[in-house]
């Protein structure tokens, strides 16, 4: 009878020393970036940020170069994550083609592209995003209302389509 105590004790303490499931400890934060490149001429830098109602906006900034700023709805799967990109609010009329997919995969913290339309992101890809620290990194609701990040001011999340003003 006393074995069936110590039983329970070693089945407890051996299920809370197993590592905790991956979705517990993979789960995406609001903002990424990344940069990279050999020499000035391709260096770049890569913004996503991503919110909870599924919606993404990517803003890429080449050394020397306006920033290109896409919209994108985000799904993860597991540790895969996918960035289907869609036509911003003021696109022409025909809309440009879109670019294929981004899929990152997604581990311990970090996205690293596997698929990338190498027209839009470049032969090599984008570089390997990792989250901005702290606790304050959380996604927002949506960003669908925004035209482009703020990159100016940290303060605010993103610059809106109609008044192009921060909020």
Known sequence: ??????SILSIALLAALLPAPANAADKL????SGSGGFSADVHRT???EFAADGTAILQQKWHDKDPQT?????KQDGKTVTLTYEQPKDAPNPP?????????????GTLT??????TTLGPLGPPKLTAFGGKTNRQGSSVAA???LNTL???????TWGSKVSF
């Open 1 to 6: 009878m006393r074995t069936r105590p110590v």
């Open 29 to 32: 934060k609001g903002f990424y």
């Open 46 to 48: 890569l913004l996503i």
């Open 70 to 74: 896409w919209h994108a709805h985000w």
């Open 96 to 108: 440009p083609a879109l670019p294929d997919p981004l899929i990152f995969t997604f581990k311990h």
């Open 113 to 118: 592209a596997t698929t990338w339309d190498t």
């Open 146 to 148: 925004c035209q482009s």
């Open 153 to 159: 001011d940290p303060r605010r999340d993103c610059v």
